[in-house]
């Protein structure tokens, strides 16, 4: 694990203690139930599928921080993938759009309420859990966003 993971991880248990110290245990299960309702929101649940090329998952992009996209990132099991083996599938559109030919002049809008397939080209994972980070740099502010998920891998449509 790289240090910069470890020191963040620390800051935030830190910070769970200091809530929990300042508001009690009660609060910090709130935050964690809300952090909870947003995963199950914005990912589809058992939508990890194995695909002919790697692997895909759906967003179900609920009115939160859908917007433009100049940058989308994708890490697989803690390992950052290269931008051209990153897709995006739109609703209402069979062509994938590369993250390699995102910037701020050509960014992806990512519809609110609409369901949106993220693509990763990635040699055949085994069976079972990964763990997923996804994240995406607006070209408005807060710069950056990102969304983690651990789900088993179903076989899908070759």
Do not use: C, K
Not at 13 to 30: I, N, V
Not at 124 to 151: K, M, Q
Request: charged residues 20%.
């Amino acid at each position: 694990m790289p240090p910069g993971h470890l020191r963040a991880d620390l800051s935030l248990l830190r910070q769970g203690a200091s809530l929990t110290r300042e508001f009690g245990f009660r609060s910090l299960e709130g935050l964690t139930r809300i952090a909870e309702l947003i995963e199950h929101s914005v990912y589809e649940a058992r939508s990890l599928t194995r695909t002919a090329d790697g692997v895909a998952f759906t967003l179900l992009n609920p009115p939160l921080r859908m917007g433009a996209f100049e940058e989308v990132r994708v890490q697989w099991d803690g390992q950052p993938l290269p931008l051209a083996a990153v897709a995006i599938t739109l609703p209402g559109s069979a062509a994938r759009r590369s993250a390699a030919d995102l910037s701020r002049d050509a960014p992806v809008t990512i519809p609110i309420g609409e369901r949106t397939t993220i693509h990763l080209d990635l040699p055949p994972p085994p069976p079972g859990p990964h763990h997923v980070r996804l994240e995406l740099r607006s070209v408005a502010i807060p710069p950056r966003v990102w969304f983690e998920f651990t789900d088993t891998l179903r076989e899908g449509a070759a």
